[in-house]
C-alpha cells in the first residue's frame, strides 16, 4: 500500500470521510487496525475497508478505542448507561447490560473500536485478546486489543446470529449485500452510514494500491494538514447523551453495538444508582441586619421620668 496515496484520498473534500485534514490520533488509529488486518485479516481490501468503516462509524470518527457515550472514566460510563437505561425502561437493551455482573462487578457497556458490549462477548474474545476481558474489561481500550478484536469479529462472525462473517456478505465476486454485512456488528442498524463509509475507504484503498503487507505503524509520519486538530471530532457530549435512536450504532450512547443481539445470561441484581451531578444544597437564609442601629438605653433624668411615667401606666422598666 501506498500510504502517502492513501491518506491523500482520504483528505479529499469528496471522499465522504473526514473532511480535508486528518489528526495525528485517527492516522494512529487507522495504522493500527491495518497493523491487525495484515497480522489477522484475511488480505481482502473488502475486508479491511469495512473494519474501518466501522471503527469510523462507532468511535465517532475518532479511530481509536472509546468509552460508550464517550466517557472519559468507568464510572461516567456507568452513569451514562444508567441515564440511557432509565429512558428507554426496565425491558431495553441498555437496561440489561448497564448492571454490574458478578463475580467482578463491571459493567459491559461498549468498548473499543467496534464498541464490544454483553459480558458473553467479552468471554468469547478473550482468546483474541490473551487476557481475561471478563476480569479486566477495560483491556478492549488497549488499541493492539481493540484492533485485533474488531478484524477477528469481522471475520468468524461471531456477533452475528447468523453464524456468517463478513466475507459472506461481502464476496470477492458477486454483489456486495451492504445491508446484511452489518449484520456482522449490530444487527442492521445504521447500515446505509456504514456502507457510505466501506465505498470512502474501498476508495482509497484501491487508489493506493491495495491492502498493506507489512506492519509499518511505528514508521508512519503523521500526514495532516493540521497536526494534532481535532479534525473530525465526534459529536459533543451534551449532543450524545440525548440521542435515543432506536437501536444501538452511530454513537456508543445509542446503545449496543458488537453482539447486538443479547446473549443468553442470568438474571442480575439491579443496578445501583449512580448519582447524577451532587445537589448543593440551598444555602441557610440570614436575616437581614437592621440598617439603624437599635436605640441606647435611657440614663439619668430620661430613665427617672420614663419609670415615673411607668409607675402609673403600668409599663416600668
Known amino acids: ?78 452513569q451514562r448507561v444508567n441515564r440511557l437505561a432509565a429512558q428507554r425502561g426496565p425491558n431495553s437493551a441498555v437496561a440489561k447490560y448497564a448492571k454490574p455482573q458478578p463475580p467482578h462487578g463491571h459493567v ?50 461471531r456477533w452475528n446470529g447468523h453464524g456468517h462473517g463478513i466475507a459472506h456478505y461481502l464476496p470477492d465476486s458477486g454483489t456486495d449485500d451492504l445491508r446484511n454485512a452489518r449484520r456482522t456488528v449490530n444487527i442492521t442498524d445504521k447500515w446505509q452510514q456504514i456502507a457510505d463509509y466501506y465505498r470512502s475507504f474501498l476508495g482509497a484503498i484501491e487508489t493506493a494500491g491495495g491492502v498493506p503487507t ?15 486538530a481535532e479534525v473530525g471530532s465526534p459529536e459533543t457530549e451534551e449532543t450524545i447523551e440525548t440521542d435515543t435512536a432506536a437501536d444501538g450504532g452511530a454513537t456508543p450512547l445509542d446503545g449496543p453495538s458488537a453482539g447486538h443481539d443479547e446473549p443468553d445470561a442470568p438474571d442480575v441484581a439491579d443496578a445501583p444508582v449512580i448519582a447524577e451531578d451532587p445537589v448543593i444544597p440551598d444555602a441557610p437564609v440570614v ?12 440614663t439619668g433624668l430620661g430613665a427617672l421620668w420614663d419609670n415615673v411615667v411607668g409607675f402609673f401606666t403600668g409599663r416600668s422598666r
Open 108 to 157: 459491559y457497556y461498549g468498548r473499543g473500536q467496534v464498541q464490544l458490549t454483553w459480558k458473553k462477548n467479552y468471554e468469547t474474545s478473550s482468546a483474541d485478546a490473551g487476557i481475561d476481558l471478563v476480569r479486566f474489561p477495560d483491556k478492549v481500550l488497549d488499541p493492539v486489543i481493540g484492533a485485533r478484536i474488531l478484524v477477528r469479529g469481522l471475520l468468524d462472525g
Open 287 to 298: 436575616p437581614e441586619v437592621a440598617d439603624v442601629a437599635p436605640e441606647p438605653p435611657k
Open 214 to 228: 507489512t506492519v509499518v505503524s511505528e514508521d508512519v509520519d503523521t500526514p495532516t494538514d493540521t497536526p494534532g
Open 1 to 78: 500500500m501506498d500510504r502517502a496515496a492513501f491518506y491523500a484520498a482520504l483528505r479529499r473534500r469528496s471522499s465522504g470521510v473526514f473532511g480535508t485534514s486528518l489528526s495525528q490520533p485517527q492516522v494512529d488509529g487507522m495504522e493500527g487496525i491495518m497493523d491487525a488486518f495484515v497480522t489477522h485479516g484475511d488480505g481482502r481490501p473488502k475486508t479491511l475497508a469495512y473494519a474501518l468503516a466501522t471503527a469510523y462509524h462507532e468511535t465517532g470518527r475518532q479511530m481509536m478505542p472509546v468509552r460508550e457515550g464517550f466517557a472519559k472514566t468507568d464510572a461516567q460510563a456507568r
